[in-house]
């Protein structure tokens, strides 16, 4: 079956600029993270969706970043104002509820200029 | 939170060779340990997984240990081939609620040499 998915795949934005990704888990799967990954680095957590629970926003570096589940499927990641710190790849997992392993999509590689 | 460090950052090992990368955690409460592989430009993959109730798992010429004592956790990589060569991250989950957080190392870039 079909993987996760994210779009786009890359994204070049001018710093101050909002900044939509989105992510489509895998069918069925009823949780959602979301992850920053900068440079040589490794993965930052910023949010988590399970089901119609309300998200875990602890890994949310500031107010600038937002995200939305809809249908409990979909989820978007919203930077305002971006700033070039925020320049990473953007990876989305999903997993089972109940299961360990999450499941990543390719990632989104956000650059600020 | 959990807080986890994984060493080295880079390993270089010739073909055939065995290669291995450690982690340590902090949260006593954590039980789940995944070993993730990302090649460059691709996503992280799930090699293999160890939770608190064993201390060692095998997968071909992939390898997990965990000492939940000391809190530490290894993979053992043997007979490495070039198509080994990727970064390595290792997890550990956050035991609170259902959510399975996972803190992830820094990861470790292996080359492995032909």
């Known amino acids: 079956g079909a993987g996760v998915s994210q779009s786009p795949s890359n994204k070049v934005t001018e710093k101050g600029k909002d900044v939509e990704l989105r992510c489509d888990p895998i069918s069925g799967h009823t949780a959602l993270y979301w992850y920053r990954q900068s440079l040589g680095q490794g993965l930052e957590f910023l949010i988590y969706f399970q089901g119609n629970s309300a998200p875990d926003k602890s890994g949310l570096p500031s107010d600038r970043f937002s995200a939305e589940r809809t249908g409990g499927s979909v989820s978007t990641l919203t930077i305002q104002r971006t700033q070039q710190e925020d320049s990473a790849v953007y990876l989305c997992?999903?997993?089972?509820?109940?299961?360990?392993?999450?499941?990543f999509g390719p990632g989104t590689r956000l650059t600020v200029t | 939170g959990e807080n986890v460090e994984q060493h080295p950052s880079t390993l270089s090992v010739q073909e055939g060779d065995s290669a291995v990368i450690k982690c340590t955690y902090s949260d006593s409460a954590s039980n789940y340990f995944p070993w993730y592989k990302q090649e460059l430009g691709k996503r992280p993959q799930l090699i293999i997984d160890?939770?608190?109730?064993?201390g060692e798992k095998k997968d071909q010429r992939i390898a997990v240990t965990l000492n939940k004592t000391a809190k530490h956790f290894s993979l053992h990589i043997t007979e490495t081939q070039p198509e080994d060569s990727a970064v390595y991250f290792c997890?550990?989950?956050?035991?609170?609620?259902?959510?399975?957080?996972?803190?992830f190392g820094s990861g470790t870039q292996l080359t492995v040499l032909p």
């Open positions: 997890a550990a989950s956050d035991s609170s609620g259902s959510a399975r957080q996972l803190t």
């Open positions: 997992a999903s997993k089972w509820q109940g299961s360990y392993e999450q499941y």
């Open positions: 160890i939770r608190s109730n064993v």
